[in-house]
């Protein structure tokens, strides 16, 4: 039985949000059983990683989304094909690097990483196929099974002895990875892209690389870890690193705000757009007036989930929980531009953004260490998140058929 929209929008947030606090739940784990450097030095690769699976990724995955729906199936298969390819030869680069220049002592970790993390990107990538024919079930119960049991085996190996909480973490990601991997060779077949003639491999990717370029740039944000690592070390690295993930569950309410607004944003006029963004930022007000009043219970937070040697991220905590707010409600702003036809503005913004808040975390992390990064990373994103809502307040006004 097919899902109305609002259903199927709900089981992709709710096992979204399941997800992302079973994520944050496993590296809560993995930090307790780390050091603090060794911690940066995890949260610094995956950052990496994952930048890299999305550059690999070509775009394809909001061109499966498309094109699925509009019955060009020759068009997904071949899509389905190159993102395959596209992905092993990330895992295989990724790996290699990795053992070039990773720390020796988490090596084989990192390794594991690398390839889980392809692998998963294609996963998600190719299950968008699941997603545009009506049955989200599918890349929800993948996403959940994957998190869900990286968790598991995390919390059931942290309770042997003198195992690296990074080395496990690595083996079961990997191996749920591959689970993923599993259960999408099996429901692919099902609908009808597997057999049949493929399109050329060279229009299918002139036509992704309109959906790449946005969303590199918000990938590119996961580098921050990195450039904190690289600049002030993998103790400060450590430290940011922490506060960046245990912050993480900010963005979903605003993402659920995004589901909702842009599907409908193209039908509207710019006044009904213009008042949209209006509540947006009402609630984006609400929810900093939460962090303040929260913040002071931040550094027994930290303490109680992360233990004592996390004692010093609790002021970035509070940063970056803030700017979370900001990077989480620039989306439905962004989306509501987007329906309103201003693609090119929002891709432009988002490019620069990246840009911009990568420079601002390299900069107050030399001057401030982890505090300072986190200030640059808040900054950055009420910058970007201003920018957006500067010309989302104009929509409809006369000034709009200049923007």
């Known amino acids: 039985m097919s899902l109305s929209f609002r259903n199927r929008m709900l089981v992709l947030l709710a096992s979204r949000a399941a997800a992302a606090i079973a994520q944050a739940v496993t590296l809560v784990l993995v930090a307790r059983g780390s050091s603090v450097e060794a911690f940066g030095v995890l949260i610094a690769w995956s950052g990496i990683f994952l930048v890299v699976a999305g550059v690999a990724d070509l775009g394809l995955s909001g061109f499966i989304l498309v094109q699925f729906a509009k019955g060009d199936h020759g068009a997904v298969r071949t899509a389905v094909q190159t993102n395959r390819a596209s992905a092993a030869l990330a895992a295989a680069l990724l790996a290699t690097?990795?053992?070039?220049?990773?720390?020796?002592?988490?090596?084989?970790?990192?390794?594991?990483?690398?390839?889980?993390?392809a692998m998963e990107k294609n996963t998600d990538t190719c299950l968008n196929v699941a997603v545009a024919g009506g049955r989200v079930g599918a890349s929800a119960l993948s996403l959940l099974v994957r998190r869900c049991g990286a968790l598991a085996t995390v919390?059931?190996?942290?309770?042997?002895?003198?195992?690296?909480?990074?080395?496990?973490?690595?083996?079961?990601?990997?191996?749920?990875?591959?689970?993923?991997?599993?259960?999408?060779?099996?429901?692919?077949?099902?609908?009808?892209?597997?057999?049949g003639p493929a399109a050329p491999v060279l229009p299918v990717l002139r036509a992704s690389s309109r959906?790449?370029?946005?969303?590199?740039?918000?990938?590119?944000?996961?580098?921050?870890?990195?450039?904190?690592?690289?600049?002030?070390?993998?103790?400060?690295?450590?430290?940011?690193?922490?506060?960046?993930r245990l912050s993480a569950p900010v963005l979903l309410v605003p993402g659920a705000i995004a589901s909702v607004l842009t599907p409908h944003s193209a039908a509207r006029s710019g006044a009904e757009a213009r008042r949209a963004v209006r509540r947006v930022l009402i609630s984006m007000v609400?929810?900093?007036?939460?962090?303040?009043?929260?913040?002071?219970?931040?550094?027994?937070?930290?303490?109680?989930?992360?233990?004592?040697?996390?004692?010093?991220?609790?002021?970035?905590?509070?940063?970056?929980?803030?700017?979370?707010?900001?990077?989480?409600?620039?989306?439905?702003?962004?989306?509501?531009?987007?329906?309103?036809?201003?693609?090119?503005?929002?891709a432009w913004v988002s490019l620069g953004g990246g840009a911009a808040t990568l420079l601002a975390v390299g900069i107050g992390a030399w001057v401030a260490a982890a505090e300072g990064a986190a200030t640059g990373l808040l900054i950055a994103s009420m910058v970007?998140?201003?920018?957006?809502?500067t010309v989302g307040l104009k929509l409809g006004g006369a000034v709009d058929g200049a923007l």
């Open 211 to 244: 959906y790449m370029a946005q969303f590199v740039a918000g990938q590119s944000r996961s580098l921050d870890t990195a450039i904190v690592g690289l600049i002030a070390g993998p103790a400060v690295a450590g430290l940011y690193g922490a506060a960046n």
């Open 384 to 389: 970007t998140l201003c920018v957006h809502a």
């Open 286 to 346: 609400l929810a900093l007036a939460v962090v303040v009043v929260l913040a002071p219970f931040a550094p027994a937070a930290i303490v109680a989930l992360l233990g004592e040697n996390f004692a010093d991220a609790a002021a970035p905590f509070i940063f970056t929980v803030a700017a979370m707010v900001f990077v989480g409600f620039t989306v439905p702003i962004a989306g509501v531009l987007q329906g309103q036809g201003r693609q090119t503005f929002v």
């Open 155 to 195: 919390a059931t190996l942290s309770f042997v002895g003198n195992l690296d909480s990074i080395a496990v973490y690595g083996v079961a990601y990997l191996l749920w990875a591959c689970v993923a991997q599993a259960h999408l060779t099996y429901i692919l077949p099902s609908f009808g892209i597997t057999k």
């Open 97 to 117: 690097a990795t053992l070039l220049w990773a720390p020796p002592a988490a090596q084989l970790a990192l390794v594991a990483l690398a390839i889980a993390f």
